[in-house]
């Protein structure tokens, strides 16, 4: 019967559960302790904020997430070749706990994907009511609600997990892996993302609104904030949790389920940027779950880790919450590097130019990124003397950025560059547009003109350049071109390049008069502003509308192709790295024959060079199909 095998059903009914079980034990002790059975005030609602941590369990447990575990732990008999949950034959089989890398992947960036439309509605939102000077759309606390999980759902629930669903589409079979190391791990990675959107977002329904504090949510503004802030506290927790356990998959499955052959030195660099993105992950994310969990604590059990009332210290709240968030810019930037070199050195034919250095560059760049945190903090009153290094060890990162960039450039050179295909512009922009957002990020590096351009537009301008320019574009890179390979169909390319062409334009016209506005002072998280910046207030939001309706030619193409495009094959690109080497889709389990690697993966150019070879023929090589094993309990 459907409530006892796990799915929709039995998960309805754990989430039911775990609710009654966490406001039931909210009102039972605050019933033995003497007090009130409803505590109301802002920071309070233990009968909210209890369940909205116990339903989700609920939830999981319900729908499966824990089943296996739970019989391990019970000691009944595994099976250690159980995939039972394993691959999808119909759309159901994306709705269920699947534990195929590749469905993971697609289930990944499909919803992300669907939480980048509703952050960019957020965003018309906010550029509707700044279109003009005075306040026409929405209040001053509606307006703080939507910048600020604007931001956060892009960060939380867009940019960083689209990279991580790409990448687990992609990384095994570049590797020449069956799966990622931890499968189960894998599909409880993906099912904590759609819980931490419903609560991020389900906080405009709180009493006082949406939070809004900012995506950063500085103490000691958070602490006292409405109930929608105890949402945001706990919504990263489980963001963040999803980050953590993805990231450790990740490491474990590129050290050790690499193809034979394939040392490091010939691993796509793909794979590194995964490499290096996790190792910021499992470093850094720990600290923004801490600083949330402190300020949590601080507003429902007045721990007052950041009320100077109380002796609490304000500003270690921006020294914990940066100290992840800077990595966590290159949590969102590292992925998107390692795309755009697979994708200029096949549609350039060309190998990377300085390969190892690219990989040393990866890791230089996670080693310092650790180092700048306080560069958000200039104007904080943080101790005064920790400026001039932070600002040094800011500037020195671009050292290894620039490596990077240059080698792009050193790989299009003399390359046979195939304009053709919308992932190849995309990654062009890419590179025009991310140059010019990291060279406003030298300029705010420098304490002089960072003091003068703080909380103005100049950073929105900024992070715009760097995520926009940066991150998105390299994510439409990569969906662009692995589409074939994960649909097996190919998208319509004059659809791509007006996706591209209005995506490009509409990003500078919408993000560069944020530079001079905030030049001039414009402050930025504000919903109102003086008159003289109307004018361009106005270009920008009607070129944000413009962006914003682009998108749509991107969601009409990918679905009308992905039922309809023609049949792509399995190597459109003629790429070399392994992916390419099975069909399009790959087999359930990937490959039929164990992958031996025998070269780099981008000899480009080089006649005979080949990068990995499909042993089919060879004593060995055939990979048994998988058979559940029988165990026998003792
Ligand atoms: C159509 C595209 C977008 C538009 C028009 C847009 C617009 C805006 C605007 C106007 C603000 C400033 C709100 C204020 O300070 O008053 C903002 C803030 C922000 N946006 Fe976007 N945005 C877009 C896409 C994105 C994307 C893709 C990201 C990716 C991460 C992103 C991340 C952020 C962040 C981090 C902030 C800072 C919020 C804060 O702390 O003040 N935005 N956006
Ligand atoms: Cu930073």
Same mark, same amino acid.
């Given at each position: 019967?459907?409530?006892?095998?796990?799915?929709?059903?039995? @998960? &309805?009914?754990?989430?039911?559960?775990?609710?009654?079980? +966490? $406001?039931?034990?909210?009102?039972?002790?605050?019933?033995?302790?003497?007090?009130?059975?409803?505590?109301?005030?802002?920071?309070?609602?233990?009968h909210i904020v209890v369940p909205m941590i116990t339903a989700p369990f609920g939830f999981l447990i319900?729908?499966?997430?824990?089943?296996?575990?739970? /019989? !391990?732990?019970?000691?009944?008999?595994?099976?250690?070749?159980?995939h039972s949950d394993h691959g999808a034959t119909r759309w159901q089989d994306y709705f269920k706990f699947n534990t195929d890398h590749k469905v993971i992947g697609i289930q990944y960036m499909v919803l992300t994907f669907a939480f980048f439309l509703i952050g960019g509605l957020l965003a018309m939102l906010i550029r509707a009511e700044l279109a003009q000077p005075g306040s026409q759309v929405v209040g001053a606390n509606t307006f703080n609600g939507l910048f600020s999980t604007h931001a956060t759902v892009m960060i939380f629930l867009f940019i960083i997990p689209m990279f991580a669903g790409i990448a687990n589409y992609v990384v095994p079979l570049m590797l020449g892996a069956p799966d990622m190391a931890f499968p189960r791990l894998n599909a409880l990675s993906f099912w904590l993302l759609p819980i931490a959107g419903i609560i991020?977002?389900?906080?405009?329904? &709180?009493? =006082?609104?949406?939070?809004?504090?900012? !995506? *950063? @949510?500085? &103490?000691?503004?958070?602490?006292?904030?409405?109930? =929608?802030?105890t949402f945001f506290n706990v919504g990263v927790q489980f963001a963040g949790a999803s980050s953590i356990a993805a990231a450790l998959n990740f490491l474990v499955t590129i050290i050790t389920m690499r193809a034979p052959g394939m040392?490091?030195?010939?691993?796509?660099?793909?794979?590194?940027a995964q490499l290096a993105t996790s190792l910021l992950v499992v470093g850094a994310t720990p600290f923004v779950a801490g600083a949330q969990f402190m300020? $949590?604590?601080?507003? #429902?059990?007045?721990?007052?880790?950041?009320?100077?009332?109380e002796g609490g210290d304000v500003i270690s709240y921006q020294h914990i919450f940066w100290f992840y968030s800077h990595p966590a810019v290159y949590i969102m930037m590292l992925p998107g590097f390692g795309i755009i070199s697979e994708v200029i050195s096949v549609h350039a034919r060309k190998a990377v130019f300085g390969y190892r250095l690219m990989a040393l560059a990866l890791i230089g760049i996670v080693v310092l990124s650790y180092s700048v945190w306080a560069h958000h903090m200039f104007v904080s009153g943080m101790f005064s003397w920790l400026r001039v290094p932070i600002m040094i060890s800011t500037m020195l990162i671009a050292v290894p950025t620039g490596i990077k960039v240059f080698s792009w450039l050193g790989t299009l050179f003399y390359g046979k560059i195939q304009t053709q295909s919308t992932a190849m512009l995309f990654a062009l922009a890419f590179i025009v547009t991310f140059t010019v957002g990291g #060279?406003?990020?030298? %300029?705010?590096?420098? #304490?002089?003109?960072?003091?003068?351009?703080?909380? *103005?537009?100049? #950073?929105?301008?900024?992070?715009?350049?760097?995520?926009?320019?940066?991150?998105v574009f390299t994510i439409f890179a990569g969906l662009y071109h692995w589409f074939p390979k994960v649909t097996g169909r190919m998208y319509d390319e004059r659809l791509g390049r007006v996706h591209l062409w209005l995506t490009v334009v509409g990003t500078w016209l919408t993000f560069v008069p944020m530079h001079w506005i905030g030049m001039d002072g414009m402050p930025r998280r504000v919903v109102d502003y003086a008159s003289q910046y109307g004018d361009w207030n106005l270009v920008i939001s009607i070129s944000a509308f413009m962006l914003g309706a682009a998108q749509l030619v991107f969601v009409y193409n990918m679905i009308v192709s992905?039922?309809?495009?023609?049949?792509?094959?399995?190597?459109? !690109? /003629?790429?070399?790295? %392994?992916?390419?080497?099975?069909?399009?889709?790959?087999?359930?389990?990937?490959?039929?024959?164990?992958? /031996?690697?025998?070269?780099?993966?981008?000899?480009? @150019?080089?006649? +005979?060079? /080949?990068?990995? %070879?499909? &042993?089919?023929?060879?004593?060995?090589?055939?990979?048994?199909?998988?058979?559940?094993?029988?165990?026998?309990?003792?």
């Amino acid at each position: 019967m459907a409530l006892r095998n796990p799915g929709w059903y039995r @998960g &309805a009914l754990g989430f039911f559960l775990g609710a009654a079980f +966490g $406001f039931g034990l909210v009102l039972a002790l605050r019933a033995v302790s003497g007090l009130d059975l409803f505590q109301t005030e802002d920071t309070g609602y233990p009968h909210i904020v209890v369940p909205m941590i116990t339903a989700p369990f609920g939830f999981l447990i319900g729908f499966g997430a824990f089943d296996y575990w739970f /019989r !391990w732990a019970a000691g009944k008999p595994t099976v250690p070749e159980d995939h039972s949950d394993h691959g999808a034959t119909r759309w159901q089989d994306y709705f269920k706990f699947n534990t195929d890398h590749k469905v993971i992947g697609i289930q990944y960036m499909v919803l992300t994907f669907a939480f980048f439309l509703i952050g960019g509605l957020l965003a018309m939102l906010i550029r509707a009511e700044l279109a003009q000077p005075g306040s026409q759309v929405v209040g001053a606390n509606t307006f703080n609600g939507l910048f600020s999980t604007h931001a956060t759902v892009m960060i939380f629930l867009f940019i960083i997990p689209m990279f991580a669903g790409i990448a687990n589409y992609v990384v095994p079979l570049m590797l020449g892996a069956p799966d990622m190391a931890f499968p189960r791990l894998n599909a409880l990675s993906f099912w904590l993302l759609p819980i931490a959107g419903i609560i991020f977002l389900g906080s405009f329904l &709180a009493p =006082g609104g949406a939070f809004d504090a900012g !995506w *950063t @949510g500085y &103490a000691p503004l958070s602490g006292g904030a409405p109930l =929608g802030q105890t949402f945001f506290n706990v919504g990263v927790q489980f963001a963040g949790a999803s980050s953590i356990a993805a990231a450790l998959n990740f490491l474990v499955t590129i050290i050790t389920m690499r193809a034979p052959g394939m040392n490091l030195w010939r691993m796509p660099l793909m794979a590194w940027a995964q490499l290096a993105t996790s190792l910021l992950v499992v470093g850094a994310t720990p600290f923004v779950a801490g600083a949330q969990f402190m300020t $949590f604590f601080d507003r #429902i059990l007045g721990m007052n880790f950041f009320n100077f009332l109380e002796g609490g210290d304000v500003i270690s709240y921006q020294h914990i919450f940066w100290f992840y968030s800077h990595p966590a810019v290159y949590i969102m930037m590292l992925p998107g590097f390692g795309i755009i070199s697979e994708v200029i050195s096949v549609h350039a034919r060309k190998a990377v130019f300085g390969y190892r250095l690219m990989a040393l560059a990866l890791i230089g760049i996670v080693v310092l990124s650790y180092s700048v945190w306080a560069h958000h903090m200039f104007v904080s009153g943080m101790f005064s003397w920790l400026r001039v290094p932070i600002m040094i060890s800011t500037m020195l990162i671009a050292v290894p950025t620039g490596i990077k960039v240059f080698s792009w450039l050193g790989t299009l050179f003399y390359g046979k560059i195939q304009t053709q295909s919308t992932a190849m512009l995309f990654a062009l922009a890419f590179i025009v547009t991310f140059t010019v957002g990291g #060279i406003s990020g030298v %300029i705010t590096a420098m #304490i002089p003109l960072d003091i003068h351009v703080s909380e *103005t537009y100049f #950073i929105v301008a900024h992070i715009h350049f760097v995520l926009f320019g940066g991150s998105v574009f390299t994510i439409f890179a990569g969906l662009y071109h692995w589409f074939p390979k994960v649909t097996g169909r190919m998208y319509d390319e004059r659809l791509g390049r007006v996706h591209l062409w209005l995506t490009v334009v509409g990003t500078w016209l919408t993000f560069v008069p944020m530079h001079w506005i905030g030049m001039d002072g414009m402050p930025r998280r504000v919903v109102d502003y003086a008159s003289q910046y109307g004018d361009w207030n106005l270009v920008i939001s009607i070129s944000a509308f413009m962006l914003g309706a682009a998108q749509l030619v991107f969601v009409y193409n990918m679905i009308v192709s992905w039922r309809f495009g023609p049949k792509a094959g399995s190597n459109p !690109w /003629r790429g070399k790295s %392994i992916e390419w080497l099975v069909s399009s889709p790959p087999p359930v389990y990937n490959f039929t024959a164990i992958p /031996r690697v025998v070269g780099g993966p981008y000899e480009y @150019g080089t006649p +005979g060079a /080949r990068h990995a %070879i499909m &042993a089919e023929d060879e004593e060995g090589a055939t990979v048994p199909t998988p058979e559940p094993s029988k165990v026998t309990a003792s």
